[in-house]
């Protein structure tokens, strides 16, 4: 395994702590709710070995990071220009953005907002936010998505995911396999999310959506792989069928043995789609015709 180094960086709106690994091309890997830049511990060896740079941030408000106050902070635009800041920070890009859950959303937008620095997009169970509307349409998925509206309210939300066995009983119900993550790594997310202020800047992003919603579609140019387990509970089928149209040059791979977290419950298959992804398309572009 190569060496893992941690860092400070100043992604323009926010210090962020992130961890690299390897050196190459960048791949700039999102984590979603409610992890920290630990989620990607099986990518990121995997990625270096192969001759990239994974670069895992924590993303504003998560584990080391810094968590500005109010909700405002907490916009998609705000942190997709993190997401902007870290490539320009790690070498300039373009990069390989990668996003699973929030991570994916934010991902998505900084896809669409900062193409010259996104070359590569890579979602797994995750959303564009203009997209939940239209998957809102759907009954099935607002019962689907009722913490959302639960988040909305004041400090009772922050009770729920601090109480002890939280952290535990989301990955369970969220996972095909609910052993599929040792005890062990559980209790380091739970602890990343008892940093403090780590509860409300995490929560703050679904306020955030609410009260500052991005309207409307928001296509994407960059090769696209979709990544996605079945069984996910909280993200349902109508969420994938929504987001594949706004991705024109999009692979999609539906894994139906694995949950929500698709990448940490099925490592392997998904590090191989990766691979495959990345290295299909650096072949493609060192055999393209030049002007």
Not at 47 to 69: C, I, T, V, W
Not at 205 to 222: D, K, N, S, T
Not at 224 to 237: F, H, K, Q
Request: proline fraction near 7%; charged fraction near 20%.
């Amino acid at each position: 395994m190569a060496h893992r180094e941690h860092h400070m960086i100043d992604a323009g709106g926010a210090r962020l702590h992130v961890v690299t690994e390897g050196q190459g091309p960048l791949v700039l890997l999102l984590h979603g709710f409610p992890e920290f830049w630990f989620s990607w511990r099986h990518q990121m060896g995997a990625l270096a070995a192969a001759g990239f740079r994974a670069a895992a941030p924590d993303l504003r408000g998560y584990g080391r990071s810094e968590k500005p106050r109010g909700v405002g902070a907490y916009r998609l635009e705000a942190l997709a220009a993190d997401v902007a800041g870290l490539i320009r920070a790690l070498g300039g890009g373009p990069a390989t953005v990668v996003g699973h859950d929030w991570g994916g959303a934010v991902a998505w937008h900084a896809a669409a907002r900062y193409p010259a620095l996104v070359e590569r997009l890579v979602v797994m169970n995750g959303p564009a936010q203009g997209a939940m509307l239209r998957a809102f349409l759907s009954p099935r998925q607002i019962g689907r998505s009722w913490y959302i509206f639960f988040f909305q309210l004041p400090r009772l939300p922050e009770r729920m995911v601090l109480r002890e066995g939280f952290m535990r009983q989301l990955f369970r119900a969220n996972l095909a396999d609910p052993d599929a993550i040792p005890e062990h790594e559980l209790n380091l997310f739970d602890a990343a999310l008892h940093e403090p202020g780590a509860a409300t800047a995490a929560i703050n992003y679904y306020r955030a959506a609410i009260r500052h919603p991005l309207i409307g579609a928001h296509p994407v140019a960059c090769p696209t792989l979709i990544v996605w387990g079945a069984r996910d509970r909280a993200l349902g089928p109508e969420v994938l069928a929504a987001i594949t149209p706004l991705a024109p040059r999009r692979t999609v791979h539906v894994l139906e043995d694995a949950g929500h977290f698709v990448h940490e419950e099925r490592p392997h298959q998904v590090n191989r789609l990766l691979l495959d992804f990345l290295g299909a398309e650096a072949r493609t572009a060192a055999t393209a015709p030049t002007a």
